[in-house]
């Protein structure tokens, strides 16, 4: 529309409903984890992630995050298992944070937000001809999120962090070659998931999401370098800072959230 969706007063996730009927749909996200309430499935088979091949290929600001795009014309980048029946492709990853460590992620497990969260979204090529195609199919997405928690520097992440000052304005994009995205992952890889969508406009409902139970643990530096980045272009005179970039947990609406792990 005439304006565009976004994270202030007059364009946040409570008026995205305006311009997007499915922000009340069935299966939104992100949703609070309520461990108590999740269901231990013993048949759920580990993620298996295969990105040694990945071809990454630049670094954008696209005006709601910062985000690292894939080539993704075979499955050289892929992830399998968990509940997953196919190989999914990964095609970009980005983060969510906040504007100080007490809040900043998407999902909260037990009304508990961490200070980022970073999403690994993939689509369903063996199904679907296009991500465009597959975004808005009920088995199209896997997004496999991690919670980014501030401890020691990461030191993977550091080439990342280090190149955000390339990307500052809204629609600037950078070189970002050979980045292997695995190497973000911590190393027990538990999970919980849950049929969910987007947790942005369109706000489709097509993610099967897959929340590691183990933070990315990185250095209040690292984090401040995310909030120096802006939500608007170079020329525009007000320039807002990018933080607080994230949608609150939505109704689970008799959702069940299997876990990986007893
Ligand atoms: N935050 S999230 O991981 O749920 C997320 C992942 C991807 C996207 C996304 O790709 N949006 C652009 C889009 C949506 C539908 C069809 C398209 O071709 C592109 C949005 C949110
Ligand atoms: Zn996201």
Redesign the pocket.
């Known amino acids: 529309g005439h304006h565009c969706w976004g994270y202030g007063e007059e364009n946040g996730p409570s008026d995205w409903y305006k311009d997007y009927s499915l922000a009340n749909g069935d299966r939104q996200?992100p949703i609070d984890i309520q461990s108590e309430q999740t269901v231990y499935n013993s048949s759920l088979k580990p993620i298996w992630v295969s990105y040694d091949a990945c071809t990454s290929l630049s670094i954008c600001n696209n005006g709601h995050s910062v985000m690292v795009e894939y080539e993704d014309c075979d499955d050289k980048t892929v992830i399998r298992g968990g509940p997953l029946e196919f190989p999914y492709r990964l095609?970009?990853f980005?983060f969510?944070w906040g504007g100080k460590d007490s809040r900043g992620s998407?999902h909260t497990v037990n009304g508990k937000s961490y200070p980022g969260e970073l999403?690994l979204?993939h689509w369903n090529a063996a199904k679907y001809k296009s991500?465009?195609e597959a975004?808005?199919a009920p088995d199209g997405?896997a997004?496999l999120g991690v919670f980014l928690e501030t401890g020691e520097k990461h030191s993977v992440l550091h080439r990342l962090t280090d190149a955000l000052y390339m990307v500052r304005f809204k629609e600037t994009k950078a070189q970002f070659k050979d980045f292997n995205p695995s190497g973000l992952l911590p190393d027990c890889l538990d999970y919980w998931t849950y049929r969910g969508?987007?947790?942005?406009p369109?706000l489709?409902e097509s993610?099967t999401w897959l929340m590691l139970k183990e933070p990315l643990y990185l250095s209040e530096k690292q984090m401040e370098k995310f909030r120096t980045l802006f939500f608007s272009g170079e020329e525009e005179g007000l320039r807002t800072r990018m933080m607080d970039n994230f949608r609150p947990p939505q109704p689970l609406k008799g959702r069940t959230v299997e876990a990986s792990f007893r």
């Open positions: 996200s095609k970009q980005h969510h998407e999403h979204v991500f465009d975004a808005s997405l997004v969508s987007l947790t942005t369109p489709h993610v």
